[in-house]
C-alpha cells in the first residue's frame, strides 16, 4: 500500500498546472517586481546625480583655490597607486607562472599542459619539415652548382 501511494506522489508532479490563472499570477508578480525594482533604481539615480551635482557646486571653489597643491599632490599619488598596483599584479603573475611551470616540470599536469605539449609537438613537426626542405634544397643547390662547374 506504501509502495502505490508513493508511486502516486512521485509522478503528482508530472501533471500539468492548471493553465491559465498561474501564468496570469506569474506574469503579474513579474512585472510588478521588475516595476519597483527598475522605480527605485531610477530615484537613487536621481538622488545619486543631485548629490554630485551638489558636491561639485560646493566643492569647486575649494578646488580652484588649492589646485597648485592638489594637482601635483593628486598626480603623485595617482602615480604612486598605479606602480603598486602593477608591480603586485606582476608580482602575482609571475608566481602563478612559476609556480605552474614547477607543476609542469615536476609531471603534475597542470592547466593547459596538454595544450603546451600540442603545440611543442605542432612546432617540433614544423621545424622538421623545414629542416628537410632546407636539406632538400641546399642538396639541389650543390648539385646545380657542381654540374654548371663541370660544364663551364
Known amino acids: 500500500m506504501a ?6 506522489h512521485h509522478f503528482r508532479h508530472l501533471q500539468p498546472h492548471p493553465p491559465q490563472k498561474t501564468q496570469l499570477s506569474y506574469q503579474i508578480v513579474k ?24 558636491a561639485l557646486v560646493v566643492a569647486t571653489p ?10 601635483p599632490a593628486a598626480i603623485t599619488v595617482f602615480l604612486v597607486t598605479a ?4 608591480s603586485g599584479g606582476f608580482g602575482v603573475s ?4 612559476f609556480y605552474w611551470l614547477y607543476k609542469y616540470v615536476r609531471g603534475q599536469q597542470p ?13 617540433d613537426r614544423a621545424r622538421d619539415k623545414l629542416t628537410g626542405k632546407a636539406m632538400d ?14 660544364q663551364g
Not at 512585472?31 to 522605480?39: E, L, M, Q, V
Not at 592547466?111 to 612546432?123: E, P
Not at 650543390?142 to 663541370?150: L, M, V
Open 62 to 71: 575649494l578646488l580652484v583655490i588649492f589646485s597648485p597643491v592638489l594637482v
Open 111 to 123: 592547466d593547459g599542459a596538454d595544450k603546451l605539449d600540442r603545440a611543442r609537438d605542432k612546432l
Open 94 to 97: 609571475s608566481v602563478s607562472v
Open 31 to 54: 512585472t510588478s517586481t521588475a516595476a519597483t525594482i527598475g522605480g527605485s533604481c531610477m530615484v537613487l539615480s536621481g538622488l545619486t546625480l543631485a548629490g554630485t551635482v551638489i
Open 137 to 150: 634544397l641546399k642538396e639541389r643547390v650543390a648539385e646545380q652548382t657542381g654540374t654548371r662547374g663541370t
Open 3 to 8: 509502495h502505490q501511494e508513493h508511486h502516486h
Open 83 to 86: 606602480g603598486l598596483v602593477a
